[in-house]
């Protein structure tokens, strides 16, 4: 126990965080994936505008 919580429990948070963390890669993949087959951007204007939104994304929505 670590600070009064379960193993469990912060196994359950650990997990959950590296499930978030690769779901964000594939929902990046699908994003340039749909963006590049539908002949909307290139590949290069897609990755860039994803890298982009990828990296600015947690300051945007962050709580503080």
Do not use: C, K, Y
Request: no cysteine; glycine share 6%.
């Amino acid at each position: 126990m670590l600070f009064g919580i379960p193993l469990t429990v912060w196994l359950l948070i650990v997990l959950a965080l590296i499930f978030d963390f690769l779901n964000g890669f594939h929902d990046s993949a699908n994003i340039v994936a749909t963006m590049i087959a539908t002949r909307a951007l290139s590949g290069r204007q897609a990755l860039t505008i994803t890298a982009v939104a990828e990296f600015i994304g947690p300051f945007l929505v962050s709580s503080q």
